[in-house]
């Protein structure tokens, strides 16, 4: 192995919740590791809206043994990513934030080679714990690049007095309409199919049937955006195109793994765009490298959470050491 200080046993990429996990799993088999993150500690759910309620209770979100301690049974954004700062001041993990990896190879010596936007690393084991909050899914319309769209959508204060459209009915799309609707604005939600999404909070799906039952927030079901211009959009609807008044859209379309990025690792991608691993090593067809969390699920985003998960980081120590 190279003897050079930036040299690990292990190599995690991504310093969300099952990133540290697997960081933790391996600072406790004494194995040598650094955790390079492109953001913030927890950059996804630091992107997330501020006013965001989790679906899993805070048992379900705990790291390392350590207890999630809230109020209420279904913790908050903010109370997340206070939570796992702590976790990381606790086990005092080797973080590198703000620093973007850019290529992993496996030279002749089986060993791997990191290069990143600030400096190399070499590696005996690569995670790959990257979510898929990072590339959203976009409509392909006309005027999608306008300074007034958004796919990330963080607090409705932004958004009062506003003509808004949101595009999407499953949680983070009902989370928005409502959100902004009580900060004043005119909300029009576009759906693409007939009803909300099955996913919707069940806390959350009569707030937001009785708001459109009402007419407090409008609703175009079986409709989608297909052109959207400075003070307006376009709508085909089952009735027609409708034109209608508009100073933002919330594109509320959903996200996916970098998958360019997983090839580029040399990660197998079949037409399904699930990933290559063994689910009872976690290992890719390349030797050595991981996935670890909901980048596992491809484009199936409904299927992995911190929750279910978690048990990631102990599959692939165990199989490290193994």
Known sequence: MPENQNHYDVLIIGAGPIGMACAIEAQKANLSYVIIEKGALVNSLFNYPVFMTFFSTSQKLEIGGVPFVTISPKPNRNEAVEYYRRVAEKFDLNINLFERVQQVVKNDEGVFEINTSKTNYTAGNVIVATGFYDVPLLMNVPGEDLPKVTH??????????????????????????????????????????????????????????????????????????????????????????????????????????????????????????????????????????????????GLDTHKLFIENSRVHAEIIVKNILG
């Open 152 to 297: 990330y959508y963080k607090d409705p204060h932004l958004y009062a007095f506003q003509n808004v459209v949101v595009v999407g009915a499953n949680n983070s799309g009902v989370d928005a309409a409502l959100e902004t609707y009580r900060k004043g604005a005119n909300v029009t939600m576009v759906v693409r199919s007939g009803e909300l999404g099955p996913h919707v909070k069940y806390w959350v799906r009569p707030d937001i049937q009785n708001r459109i039952k009402e007419g407090e927030v409008k609703a175009l079901f079986n409709s989608e955006l297909v052109e959207i211009r400075e003070g307006e959009v376009d709508i085909k609807t089952p009735d027609g195109v409708k034109t209608i008044p508009n100073d933002f859209v919330i594109a509320m379309t959903g996200y996916q793994p970098d998958f360019s990025m997983l090839r580029k690792f040399g990660i197998d991608l079949p037409e399904t765009l699930c990933p290559v691993y063994n689910e009872e090593t976690m290992e890719t067809n390349v030797k050595g490298l991981y996935l670890a969390g909901v980048v596992c699920g």
